[in-house]
């Protein structure tokens, strides 16, 4: 379909405004919305020469994501912790890209994934380490996306699931390790590696749906925990958490549409994490993410005939605001203009591209309207909006898991 862009006239109208008031996060704001401002003026002198601009540079992205794949400077050292994070972030780009790992390549990135998990259940950090839900479910989302029978394999259901159990609390949380701390990350890494490895049983998520709702706060969106601010990344975890124990229709969904659709920054394009914050590359997905959950919500409620063809925010202006404003010269993308490139931002910033350039109004995730802006060779591989791996990754994950038997919970006596 045909993609309307937006006049820079249009949106130096759109600048913040202080009212006499100024403070160190208005004055943060302003500089960003100059930053934006610059790089899209450039952009509209360049689109009256060459139609095709904004181009996604996806040589040089692609050849800073295989590097990755193999060595990493020393400035990844405080990442130790989070190696099967790297793995996820790097794949998932290059899915998104459509670029294949080698057979190599993935029989390696499966045999280390593997030296991850713990003897007792759950994937850790890195080799020897405390197993988390967070890398667990970055590493099975790895294995998921490598696909192989090798994959699949490495991954012991069984003590996956006693793993969980022994981190799920009564009130239906999960703490994120053994002892740890507890939000609703945990829920959502559960959940989502629960139902991708046909592991989710009644039991295993007892009450969990109740504590969910009791994270909704006042403005709309999901906290960490009860009580806690609104967050995008939050907010995506719960809802989707949410959809994946079938209770989605719990929630408040008009106040978490109002707060979702005001995230979206009216000059930049892009979405903040929220109230008051600044825009930030990696919320095109954790924000962007909810609208695909969102639509599917309000369409069940009976007013399918009102919804746009289209999802609920403004999809051309995030595409403009993630080419235009979040590519790195060298490749890679980031978080906002001055800020410096690594995989976590490229990872969600091509997620987010690639909800804004597809959009589907019905369960086939396959058949949908594309929304190209720029290069029509910008466009991405779909990607799932519960789990955030490519739909034909998922799909076929759960082909294979589903034939397996779902492992019991552990009973008390055998705790």
Known sequence: MPVDRRRHADLAKERFKEENVYTNSSLEQRNTEESCLRLFEKAEAAHAELDDLPVLNRPKTVNFLRRGLKNLSEGYECLDASRPWLVYWIVHSLELLDQPISEEEKSALVQFLS??????????????????????????????II????????IDREKMVAWMDRLRCDDGAFTMHVDGELDIRGVYCALSTARLLNIYSPELFHNTDQWLLRCQSYE???????????????????????????????????????????????LEGGFQGRTNKLVDGCYSF??????????????????????????????????????????????????????SRDFYHTCYTLSGLALAQHFSNSNNLNNDALSVLGDPKNLLVPTHPVYNVCVPAAVEANTYFDKLPVPRVPTSQEK
């Open 115 to 144: 030296k991850c998990q713990d003897p007792d259940g759950g994937f850790a950090g890195g080799p020897g380490q405390v197993p988390h839900l967070a890398p667990t479910y970055a590493a099975v989302n790895s294995l998921v």
């Open 147 to 154: 696909g192989t029978e090798e994959a699949y394999q490495v």
């Open 220 to 266: 709309g969106g999901f906290g960490g925990v009860p009580g806690m601010e609104a967050h995008g990344g939050y907010s995506f975890c719960g809802l989707a958490a949410l959809i994946l124990m079938g209770k989605e229709k719990l929630c408040n969904l008009d106040t978490l549409l109002l707060w979702g659709v005001n995230r979206q920054m009216r």
């Open 286 to 339: 954790w924000q962007g993410g909810l609208f695909p959950l969102l639509h599917k919500m309000v369409a069940e409620t009976g007013d399918k005939n009102s919804l746009p063809n289209q999802w609920l925010f403004d999809q051309t202006a995030l595409q403009e605001y993630l080419l235009i404003c979040c590519q790195d010269l060298r490749g890679g993308l980031i978080d906002k203009p001055g800020k």
